[in-house]
Nanobody, 115 residues
Framework: QVHLVESGGGLVQAGVSLRLSCAAS????????MGWYRQAPGKQRELVAV???????NYADSVKGRFTISRDNAKKLVYLQMNSLKPEDTAVYYC?????????WGQGTQVTVSS
């Protein structure tokens, strides 16, 4: 079982940057791919960024070039650097393994981008 705690969200204006953090505990961390997911009101949760155990990354087309995922295996942390934020990035952001462990969703962190 893995326990995940997200932080770093907030209410910001379009165009600015935020960095989200995810702290993992309770399980071996470094061998798993990790992802950042988001769920906007009325929409399904979607995967926006993935980082493999060795550091390779992939992004959803909607965030490619603006978001950067990274990890610190020693500290069991995953980050999501979000630049040039847009109103359509408004959502609750979650981290989890990729593919996700269903019982390990945290409470997420709210990101609200105003125009």
């Amino acid at each position: 079982q893995v326990h995940l705690v997200e932080s770093g969200g907030g209410l910001v204006q379009a165009g600015v940057s935020l960095r989200l953090s995810c702290a993992a505990s309770g399980s071996i961390f470094s061998i798993y791919a990790m992802g950042w997911y988001r769920q906007a009101p009325g929409k399904q949760r979607e995967l926006v960024a993935v980082i493999a155990s060795e550091g390779s990354t992939n992004y959803a087309d909607s965030v490619k070039g603006r978001f950067t995922i990274s990890r610190d295996n020693a500290k069991k942390l995953v980050y999501l650097q979000m630049n040039s934020l847009k109103p359509e990035d408004t959502a609750v952001y979650y981290c989890n393994r990729a593919p996700p462990v269903i019982g390990s969703w945290g409470q997420g962190t709210q990101v609200t981008v105003s125009s």
